[in-house]
């Protein structure tokens, strides 16, 4: 027993150390890394860049092969040294973190080299899209409804290949499509009406790429194959993705994505959505090879005599799909049907939640009420504020609108000077509310004729590889996984969800993990300061720890189901209204109303809060965290210890319970 408890538990922390080192690794730096961009002439500007920034120079004849080339997707920006004065053209269809780091890269070198310069914006994203991040927001149900579709079809009919298999998933797959097209698009507005049906057969495309994918993987090597496509589609394929910007990527991260289905689905969407379908093939051709490969696995091994398979299985190898015993016949054809179909509409339903929550929690984060201070009255201000939502927070002076950034209140200063005025923004507090501030508060004094002058503060300094402080936000969904997971795990290595030592060993586990998964991040990643590494420690094992005795007790209660319903509360509810990195103010009303009732957005600003703030403003999600541990721990122990009926578990299910939970919400 002891020995099967370690080992599952070990697959788990493994698992939790590659995402975390995947996701970290991956996004902790949005910086430009051998970014496509053109130039039509030697500049001394360009040089100074590409001496501090990875551009990869691509030279055109005029503006007019610029413009054509960033028309086919190409391009970031290009750079056009004129006699009257440069002109930089930036494309936030293509990345808006990539045009934000070029924009600031170029000024400052044309500013220092005496060069004037113009800015000019080409295929500018819309207000239902301002982050560019629709297109991570729709792959990321067509990749989760793919995933679930094969794997539910395989748990409900036991069996990864058979002759209606490859029909069923084609089937669901243009169903599903369907749906996440009508949600996203007419229901909640996330792309204009125009795009709703040259986006439809992508989202297909890639659910079925997906799920016939796994669907192969799961019949060449059984059970495992369900965590080898989590691993390939989930944590390596999802943190390559490219969301945020294919060239923000580390290189490494750039080449390993080109081959799995995530990044090729968010270049397709992004190009039909943005760039009338330009430079889709190499993406058409991967997802095509995912998918004809994968329904000829499924449909050739699916005709096999069912005697053939059962003897394969009798000699040892996991095939995951034996025939039944003659002695034991199997269910009915209109039983099979029946299951098919339950399973096909559990994963819809997970799907389409998929995209109704993410989507309308981010598609286009836009401030509400964002607190910032001020120490006077000035025009600047009322001018600001017609273009962004400030809930203004008067102090007497600098001073003590500084002490209010210090313990975390709000997210900017503006301090109205005699002859020249100050804005203060909170990097730690936000990665979007910086820009926000400083570009409507710019703007504002630049047509009212008032210097202005925008400075970086913040009590603690960011960690040396997290720039923008994404780092908390992207360790939250690892530690959440690895919570219901090894709850998950320790039942089926055990066969029971009782037991008064079941909460001390995933206590264990988690302040185990947490120790793995701080030193890993912290020294190795350096994407948390040095100096904070141990109270980061109980801080990570507090919230696997509430999480898995949540999952546990559920357990306990539904069966395998409670892992589902964790699932649900945890990353469906629970991580759209967490705020991550942007912050809660940048949630529509619903999420910002849920979220202080539910873990991820107390484990989040109880982690950013001790890291960046010393603490403050840390009560309330301490206590929320530590209800969601104690209540479930106190209740699974005193069950524990009386005879209660125990649900059957099965090594199976169990397993594939397991799979179906490592699904994760969009990433920064």
């Known amino acids: 027993m002891l020995k099967k408890i370690l080992l599952a538990?070990?697959?788990?922390?493994?698992?939790?150390?590659?995402?975390?080192?995947?996701?970290?690794?991956?996004?902790?730096?949005?910086?430009?890394?051998?970014?496509?961009?053109?130039?039509?002439?030697?500049?001394?500007?360009?040089?100074?860049?590409?001496?501090?920034?990875?551009?990869?120079?691509?030279?055109?004849?005029?503006?007019?092969?610029?413009?054509?080339?960033?028309?086919?997707?190409?391009?970031?920006?290009?750079?056009?040294?004129?006699?009257?004065?440069?002109?930089?053209?930036?494309?936030?269809?293509?990345?808006?973190?990539?045009?934000?780091?070029?924009?600031?890269?170029?000024?400052?070198?044309?500013?220092e080299a005496g060069r004037p310069l113009s800015v000019q914006t080409v295929k500018p994203l819309p207000q239902r899209d301002r982050l560019g991040g629709v297109a991570g927001l729709l792959m990321l149900p067509a990749l989760i409804g793919g995933y679930l579709a094969a794997v539910l079809l395989q748990k409900t009919t036991t069996t990864a290949a058979a002759p209606w298999r490859v029909a069923m998933l084609v089937?669901?797959?243009?169903?599903?499509?369907?749906?996440?097209?009508?949600?996203?698009?007419?229901?909640?507005?996330?792309?204009?009406?125009?795009?709703?049906?040259?986006?439809?057969?992508?989202?297909?495309?890639?659910?079925?790429?997906?799920?016939?994918a796994a669907?192969?993987?799961?019949?060449?090597?059984?059970?495992?194959?369900?965590?080898?496509?989590?691993?390939?589609?989930?944590?390596?394929?999802?943190?390559?993705?490219?969301?945020?910007?294919?060239?923000?990527?580390?290189?490494?991260?750039?080449?390993?994505?080109?081959?799995?289905?995530?990044?090729?689905?968010?270049?397709?969407?992004?190009?039909v959505l943005y760039f009338d379908g330009n430079?889709?093939?190499?993406?058409?051709?991967?997802?095509?090879?995912?998918?004809?490969?994968?329904?000829?696995?499924?449909?050739?091994?699916?005709?096999?005599?069912?005697?053939?398979?059962?003897?394969?299985?009798?000699?040892?190898?996991?095939?995951?799909?034996?025939?039944?015993?003659?002695?034991?016949?199997?269910?009915?054809?209109?039983t099979m049907l029946v299951r098919a179909l339950i399973a096909l509409v559990l994963a819809g339903i997970m799907q389409c939640l998929f995209t109704a929550n993410y989507m309308t929690s981010g598609h286009s984060p836009v401030a509400s009420d964002l607190p910032v201070g001020v120490t006077g009255t000035s025009?600047?201000?009322?001018?600001?504020?017609?273009?962004?939502?400030?809930?203004?927070?008067?102090?007497?002076?600098?001073?003590?609108a500084k002490s209010a950034i210090d313990r975390g209140r709000i997210y900017g200063a503006f301090i109205p000077g005699p002859s020249s005025n100050t804005l203060l923004v909170v990097p730690s507090l936000s990665d979007v509310a910086p820009l926000d501030l400083a570009d409507n508060?710019?703007?504002?004094?630049?047509?009212?004729?008032?210097?202005?002058?925008?400075?970086?503060?913040?009590?603690?300094?960011?960690?040396?590889?997290?720039?923008?402080g994404l780092v908390v936000s992207l360790m939250m969904v690892p530690l959440f996984i690895g919570g219901y997971i090894s709850s998950t795990m320790l039942r089926t290595a055990t066969g029971t969800s009782a037991g008064p030592w079941?909460?001390?060993?995933?206590?264990?586990?988690?302040?185990?993990?947490?120790?793995?998964?701080?030193l890993i991040v912290c020294y190795w990643?350096?994407?948390?300061?040095?100096?904070?590494?141990?109270?980061?420690?109980?801080?990570?094992?507090?919230?696997?720890?509430?999480?898995?005795?949540?999952?546990?007790?559920?357990?306990?209660?539904?069966?395998?189901?409670?892992?589902?319903?964790?699932?649900?509360?945890?990353?469906?509810?629970?991580?759209?209204?967490?705020?991550?990195?942007?912050?809660?103010?940048?949630?529509?009303?619903?999420?910002?109303?849920i979220g202080p009732f539910l873990p991820p957005r107390n484990a989040y600003i109880l982690l950013r809060n001790t890291l960046y703030f010393d603490g403050h403003e840390t009560t309330l999600a301490l206590v929320v965290l530590l209800l969601y541990l104690i209540i479930p721990a106190a209740v699974l122990s005193f069950l524990g210890w009386f005879r209660t009926p125990r649900l059957p578990v099965t090594p199976q299910t169990e397993v594939e319970a397991a799979a179906v939970t490592v699904p994760v919400g969009a990433l920064p």
């Open 171 to 212: 089937g669901y797959s243009a169903v599903g499509a369907l749906a996440t097209d009508l949600i996203a698009g007419p229901g909640i507005g996330a792309f204009s009406n125009d795009r709703f049906w040259p986006l439809l057969p992508c989202l297909f495309y890639v659910t079925v790429a997906v799920s016939l």
């Open 525 to 593: 990643l350096q994407g948390i300061p040095a100096g904070k590494f141990w109270i980061t420690w109980p801080i990570l094992a507090l919230v696997m720890a509430a999480v898995a005795c949540v999952t546990a007790l559920l357990q306990k209660l539904l069966g395998a189901a409670g892992t589902l319903v964790t699932v649900i509360v945890v990353v469906l509810f629970g991580n759209p209204s967490s705020g991550g990195a942007n912050g809660v103010p940048y949630l529509p009303r619903f999420w910002q109303d």
């Open 215 to 271: 669907a192969a993987l799961q019949r060449l090597v059984g059970a495992l194959g369900t965590l080898l496509v989590v691993m390939l589609f989930i944590i390596v394929g999802g943190a390559s993705s490219g969301g945020s910007g294919l060239s923000l990527l580390p290189d490494y991260w750039q080449h390993i994505g080109a081959v799995l289905p995530p990044q090729n689905a968010i270049t397709l969407i992004r190009n």
């Open 9 to 111: 538990l070990g697959i788990v922390l493994v698992l939790q150390s590659l995402f975390v080192v995947c996701l970290v690794s991956a996004l902790q730096i949005l910086a430009p890394r051998s970014m496509p961009f053109g130039v039509t002439g030697a500049s001394p500007v360009v040089d100074a860049v590409t001496s501090k920034v990875s551009l990869e120079r691509v030279t055109y004849t005029d503006e007019a092969a610029v413009r054509k080339a960033i028309d086919q997707s190409k391009l970031y920006g290009a750079y056009l040294p004129l006699t009257a004065g440069d002109k930089l053209i930036v494309v936030p269809a293509k990345s808006f973190f990539g045009q934000v780091e070029l924009e600031a890269a170029f000024k400052a070198a044309a500013k």
């Open 502 to 518: 079941r909460v001390g060993i995933l206590v264990a586990y988690s302040v185990i993990a947490a120790l793995v998964l701080d």
């Open 441 to 468: 508060f710019e703007k504002a004094s630049k047509r009212l004729g008032q210097p202005l002058t925008v400075h970086q503060y913040a009590p603690h300094r960011l960690a040396k590889k997290d720039p923008f």
């Open 379 to 400: 025009p600047v201000l009322t001018a600001a504020q017609r273009n962004i939502s400030i809930k203004v927070h008067t102090y007497k002076d600098e001073t003590d």
């Open 279 to 334: 430079n889709i093939t190499t993406p058409c051709i991967v997802l095509a090879v995912y998918t004809l490969v994968g329904g000829a696995v499924v449909s050739l091994l699916g005709w096999r005599p069912a005697r053939a398979r059962g003897k394969a299985s009798d000699n040892g190898i996991a095939l995951g799909d034996a025939a039944p015993p003659a002695h034991q016949p199997g269910p009915s054809s209109r």
